[in-house]
C-alpha cells in the first residue's frame, strides 16, 4: 500500500522522485563538496544567509547536498520541515534541547530506547530538568506521569524490545490536554510503516542509522515537523555544530529511494517468521504486533502500514544459556546489536540494550533472559527460516 501526499503520489514515488519538478540535469543529486560558499554581492549574501537550513552560505549552517535530502524526507513523512544530524541521538538530543529550558518536566515511556533514557537522566543532573517515567503497557497510568511544567510526552512505538504498541492518538489526546508536546521516536516503524503526524505527533524523530540508511554503513538521525517547532531545534543543530556532511546527506537520499521496498520485504519476512517461530517447540514466547494474539496488534492494524516493522523477539526455552546458543548458531543471520537493514541480525537484550539491567528490573520489563531480537532483513524467507531452525534445533 502506498500513501499518497498532498502533491497526489504514492509514497513509493515520493521515495524516488522526491516532489521534485526538475525534468532536466543529474537524476541524482550532485554532491557540493565547499565548506563556504561566494557572492558577487553583498545583497545576494544576505539573501542565502537568512534562508537558514535552505541556504548555501556555510556547510554548518545548511548546504544543498543536505537539502535536497532534507526535503525528499519531509516529502516522505508529510512535513513542513525535515532536519538531518549526524546520529539518532543527536536528533533526539536536539529536540530536547530546543524546547526543554531548566526545571521543565518530561513525560517518557520506560521502555524508550536506552540512549534517550540517558539523556533525560543527564539533563536532569546538568540542566535542572525533571521526568517520570511511564509504563508503556499501562496507558491508562500515563496520565499520573502528567504535572505542572510537563512539556514534553515522548513516545515510542513498537518499543524495544519487546514490541509493545502504543497508541499514538490517544498519546497525542493526553499531551495536549496538559499543554505538552507529542514527540515520538519512529525508528522500528519507519517514515514509510507508521504516519505519526495526522495521528497528533508534533516532533517525529527517526535513528536514520536503522530502516533510513538501511544498509550498515552509516550513522545519521532526522527530526521532523512543522517549521515553527523545528526552528528552535535548527539553532541547537547550529550552535552545536551537529550536521552531516555532504558525502553523508547523498548517501541517505540515495537510499531514501528504496525504502519502501526494503520496509515492505523486511516486514513481510518478519511476519512469516514470527509465525513460524510461534509454532516451534523451543520457542516460548513470541513479540511482534502482526500476530494476532499481541496485545497491540489492533492499533498496530490500525496506525501501522506495510505491515508491521522488521523487528521480533523471541523467548527461547531454556533461558540466557539456551538463548545465547541460538545467536551463537546461526550462520546466515548476523549477531550484532543495530536494526532496520538489509542484512538480518540477531542480539541478546540482556547483554546488549538492556545489560545495564537488574535481573529484577528486567523481570518488570517483561524481557526475560532468554529474549533474542531479530532484525528481519530482505533475505529469502526460506534461507532466514532454515538458518533459524537449525540453531533452535542445536540450542
Ligand atoms: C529506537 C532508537 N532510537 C534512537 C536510537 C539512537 O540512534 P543512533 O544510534 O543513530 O544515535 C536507536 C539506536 O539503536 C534506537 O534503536
Given at each position: 500500500?502506498?500513501?499518497?501526499?498532498?502533491?497526489?503520489?504514492?509514497?513509493?514515488?515520493?521515495?524516488?522522485?522526491?516532489?521534485?519538478r526538475?525534468?532536466?540535469?543529474a537524476v541524482?543529486?550532485?554532491?557540493?563538496?565547499?565548506s563556504?560558499?561566494?557572492?558577487?554581492?553583498?545583497?545576494?549574501?544576505?539573501?542565502?544567509?537568512?534562508?537558514?537550513?535552505?541556504?548555501?552560505?556555510?556547510?554548518?549552517?545548511?548546504?544543498?547536498?543536505?537539502?535536497?535530502?532534507?526535503?525528499?524526507?519531509?516529502?516522505?513523512?508529510?512535513?513542513e520541515?525535515?532536519?538531518?544530524?549526524?546520529?539518532?541521538?543527536?536528533?533526539?538530543?536536539?529536540?530536547?534541547?530546543?524546547?526543554?529550558?531548566?526545571?521543565?518536566?518530561?513525560?517518557?515511556?520506560?521502555?524508550?530506547?536506552?540512549?534517550?533514557?540517558d539523556?533525560?537522566?543527564?539533563?536532569?543532573?546538568?540542566?535542572?530538568?525533571?521526568?517520570?517515567l511511564?509504563?508503556?503497557?499501562?496507558?491508562?497510568?500515563?496520565?499520573?506521569?502528567?504535572?505542572?511544567?510537563?512539556?514534553?510526552?515522548?513516545?515510542?512505538t513498537?518499543?524495544n524490545?519487546?514490541?509493545?504498541?502504543?497508541?499514538?492518538?490517544?498519546?497525542?489526546?493526553?499531551?495536549?490536554?496538559?499543554?505538552?508536546?507529542?514527540?515520538?521516536?519512529?525508528?522500528?516503524?519507519?517514515?514509510?510503516?507508521?504516519?505519526c503526524?495526522?495521528l497528533?505527533a508534533?516532533?517525529?524523530?527517526y535513528?536514520?542509522?536503522?530502516?533510513?540508511?538501511?544498509h550498515?554503513?552509516?550513522?545519521?538521525?532526522?527530526?521532523?515537523?512543522?517549521?515553527?517547532?523545528?526552528a528552535?531545534?535548527?539553532?541547537?543543530r547550529?550552535?552545536?555544530?551537529?550536521?552531516?556532511d555532504?558525502?553523508?546527506?547523498?548517501?541517505?537520499?540515495r537510499?531514501?529511494?528504496?525504502l519502501?521496498?526494503?520496509?515492505?520485504?523486511?516486514?513481510?519476512?518478519?511476519?512469516?517468521?514470527?509465525r513460524?517461530?510461534?509454532?516451534?517447540?523451543?520457542?516460548?514466547q513470541?513479540?511482534?504486533?502482526?500476530?494476532?494474539?499481541?496485545?497491540?496488534?489492533e492499533?498496530?492494524?490500525?496506525?501501522?502500514?506495510?505491515?508491521?516493522?522488521?523487528?521480533?523477539?523471541?523467548?527461547?526455552?531454556?533461558?540466557m544459556?539456551?538463548?545465547?546458543?541460538?545467536?551463537?548458531?546461526?550462520?546466515?543471520?548476523?549477531?550484532?546489536?543495530?536494526?532496520?537493514?538489509?542484512e538480518?541480525?540477531?542480539?541478546?537484550?540482556?547483554?546488549?540494550?538492556?545489560?545495564?539491567?537488574?535481573p529484577?528490573?528486567?523481570?518488570?520489563a517483561?524481557?526475560?533472559?532468554g529474549?533474542?531480537?531479530?532484525?528481519v532483513?530482505?533475505?529469502?524467507?526460506?534461507?532466514l527460516?532454515?538458518?533459524?531452525?537449525?540453531?533452535?534445533?542445536?540450542?
Amino acid at each position: 500500500m502506498a500513501t499518497r501526499s498532498r502533491t497526489g503520489h504514492g509514497s513509493n514515488t515520493r521515495a524516488v522522485a522526491g516532489d521534485s519538478r526538475r525534468r532536466a540535469g543529474a537524476v541524482s543529486t550532485p554532491i557540493i563538496h565547499s565548506s563556504t560558499f561566494s557572492f558577487d554581492s553583498l545583497e545576494s549574501m544576505l539573501v542565502e544567509r537568512d534562508r537558514g537550513a535552505a541556504g548555501a552560505f556555510y556547510q554548518r549552517l545548511g548546504h544543498p547536498t543536505l537539502r535536497a535530502c532534507e526535503e525528499r524526507l519531509a516529502g516522505l513523512e508529510g512535513t513542513e520541515e525535515a532536519l538531518l544530524f549526524p546520529s539518532g541521538m543527536a536528533a533526539i538530543t536536539g529536540v530536547l534541547l530546543a524546547n526543554l529550558h531548566a526545571k521543565d518536566h518530561v513525560v517518557a515511556l520506560r521502555q524508550c530506547y536506552g540512549g534517550t533514557l540517558d539523556a533525560l537522566h543527564w539533563g536532569k543532573e546538568r540542566l535542572g530538568w525533571s521526568c517520570a517515567l511511564v509504563d508503556a503497557r499501562e496507558p491508562e497510568s500515563w496520565k499520573d506521569g502528567f504535572r505542572s511544567g510537563t512539556r514534553i510526552f515522548h513516545i515510542e512505538t513498537p518499543t524495544n524490545p519487546t514490541l509493545c504498541v502504543v497508541d499514538i492518538e490517544h498519546a497525542a489526546a493526553l499531551a495536549h490536554r496538559h499543554g505538552a508536546l507529542l514527540t515520538v521516536d519512529n525508528t522500528f516503524a519507519s517514515p514509510v510503516g507508521q504516519k505519526c503526524m495526522p495521528l497528533g505527533a508534533d516532533l517525529v524523530m527517526y535513528s536514520a542509522t536503522k530502516s533510513i540508511g538501511g544498509h550498515g554503513d552509516l550513522l545519521a538521525g532526522v527530526a521532523l515537523g512543522s517549521r515553527e517547532l523545528l526552528a528552535g531545534v535548527y539553532n541547537v543543530r547550529s550552535v552545536f555544530g551537529a550536521v552531516p556532511d555532504p558525502q553523508m546527506a547523498w548517501l541517505i537520499e540515495r537510499s531514501l529511494k528504496t525504502l519502501p521496498i526494503r520496509v515492505e520485504r523486511g516486514n513481510s519476512n518478519a511476519l512469516e517468521l514470527a509465525r513460524r517461530l510461534a509454532k516451534h517447540p523451543r520457542v516460548a514466547q513470541v513479540f511482534y504486533p502482526g500476530l494476532e494474539g499481541h496485545p497491540g496488534h489492533e492499533i498496530a492494524r490500525r496506525q501501522m502500514m506495510l505491515g508491521f516493522g522488521p523487528v521480533l523477539a523471541f523467548d527461547v526455552r531454556g533461558g540466557m544459556a539456551a538463548a545465547e546458543r541460538v545467536v551463537n548458531g546461526l550462520e546466515l543471520v548476523r549477531h550484532a546489536p543495530s536494526l532496520g537493514g538489509v542484512e538480518s541480525l540477531a542480539s541478546l537484550p540482556a547483554h546488549t540494550s538492556h545489560r545495564h539491567m537488574s535481573p529484577e528490573e528486567l523481570a518488570q520489563a517483561g524481557i526475560s533472559q532468554g529474549l533474542v531480537r531479530l532484525s528481519v532483513g530482505i533475505e529469502d524467507v526460506e534461507d532466514l527460516w532454515e538458518d533459524l531452525e537449525g540453531a533452535l534445533g542445536a540450542a
